[in-house]
């Protein structure tokens, strides 16, 4: 599709977190669903988009979520790549659309990357070769889109389970990789982390993010910690610290 001509001129009040690598595994799922939750029980309007029609992990995780009237509820819609570029407008009484992009280079991972224009892009990357590289193919769409269309100014990449052991050689070993990613497209490197967690699989089974099932499993208090600053940065990124 082309997706510039899907385009509508306008602002949005609701803002848009496009979480997207091409990488399978590289933690997209958990991520939306995590921010998503946790700035739904701020009391946030929030709506995740799921875009993997096969597997809807989303999709399913929210059904178990909002059977539970304990936690603070989210929407949750699949939409194919067409109606997110026509439709996304009609959301704008949410305050967060965070669009879970499926793996791979496709209409609808561009469809993304495309509408993060009204937010932010946040790629979530693991220390490994094979992560590193597929992300340089999300970047190099995202470089494609800006030769396009103006914006896109707010790009960043989100390290994600990461090793508790920071002495592991893999960790310097790609220090250099994603620095020249900064400097080549122009994104930056989230000062929050996320850490290799069992509490990111585990609380999913309940429908809960990491600081909501850490009021249960106190094993998970660093990784709720982990996503509070993730949040905290992420609003802040937005500008929506103060509200």
């Known amino acids: 599709i082309n997706i510039g001509s899907k385009m509508k001129n306008g602002g949005l009040k609701m803002k848009v977190i496009s979480v997207v690598n091409v990488k399978g595994g590289a933690g997209k799922t958990t991520i939306a669903t995590n921010v ?5 029980a701020e009391g946030k ?10 597997q809807e992990s989303a999709l ?16 949750t819609i699949y939409m194919p790549a067409p109606l997110l570029l026509k439709n996304i407008q009609n959301y704008d009484n949410f305050d967060y659309i965070i669009i879970d992009a499926g793996a791979g280079d496709n ?9 993060s224009k009204y937010g932010m892009l946040l790629m979530p990357v693991r220390y490994g070769a094979y992560d590193l590289w597929a992300t340089e193919v999300t970047l190099e769409v995202l ?10 100014e707010k790009n960043y990449m989100l390290l994600n389970k990461v090793m508790t052991n920071k002495k592991m050689k893999i960790i310097n070993a790609a220090a250099p990789t994603l620095q020249e ?12 982390q996320l850490g290799d967690r069992i509490a990111f699989n585990e609380s999913s089974y309940y429908g809960m993010n990491v600081i909501e099932y850490a009021k249960e499993e106190k094993n998970s208090i660093k990784a709720a910690a982990e996503l ?3 949040v905290e940065e992420i609003k802040e990124i937005l500008s929506d610290g103060d509200n």
């Open 36 to 40: 998503g939750t946790a700035l739904a």
């Open 45 to 54: 309007k929030v709506m995740l988009v799921d875009t993997d029609n096969k």
């Open 60 to 75: 399913d995780f929210s059904q178990i979520r909002n059977a539970n009237d304990d936690l603070a509820q989210v929407s």
């Open 107 to 115: 209409e609808l991972m561009r469809a993304a990357v495309l509408l």
């Open 143 to 152: 470089r494609d889109l800006r030769a396009m269309l103006p914006g896109y």
């Open 181 to 192: 990613y900064c400097e080549k497209y122009d994104v930056k490197i989230l000062k929050s």
């Open 228 to 230: 509070r600053a993730l």
